[in-house]
């Protein structure tokens, strides 16, 4: 290849990565899966107690959110990261908690009726009690 049509060549990013192929003028980009694949070939080498929760892999089109723990995964484009923003929550701190069971959460929910019902019952009583001693 000549200067001439180096120069008329577009640069690519220092980040694209891009790498002669066997062909003199052929450039391959990496494959995205690839980047994936190496991310879980890493997660290998940990212990358990080093295990994260997320993996998260971006093609700089696309962002791929997979949960290790809940065994999903959610991909969206880049450009709907606004409306998929909340999926990224735990990097800032927040996520979804859970304690226990689902018969768990039935008999926590049972519970906590039942003294909101006891709580109401004093009050009323306490009020009552109030207006008779004035």
């Not at 062909?23 to 990496?30: A, G, L, T, W, Y």
């Not at 995964?73 to 800032?92: C, S």
């Not at 009726?113 to 709580?119: N, S, T, V």
Request: hydrophobic letters at 35%; proline letters at 4%; a positive charge.
């Amino acid at each position: 290849m000549s200067d001439a049509q180096l120069e008329r060549q577009p640069r690519l990013h220092r980040r694209a990565r891009a790498w002669p192929c066997g062909h003199r003028d052929e450039i391959r980009q990496p494959r995205p899966r690839r980047r994936r694949t190496a991310s879980l070939d890493y997660l290998d080498s940990l212990s358990d107690a080093e295990m994260p929760r997320y993996v998260i892999t971006s093609d700089f089109r696309h962002i791929r959110l997979l949960d290790l723990h809940e065994q999903n995964r959610v991909e969206f484009p880049l450009t709907d990261f606004g409306t998929n923003a909340d999926r990224l929550a735990f990097l800032a701190g927040y996520g979804v908690r859970s304690f226990g069971t689902d018969a768990q959460e039935a008999a926590s929910i049972k519970a906590a009726r039942i003294m909101a019902g006891l709580y109401e019952l004093l009050a009323r009583h306490l009020r009552r009690a109030r207006h008779t001693l004035v």
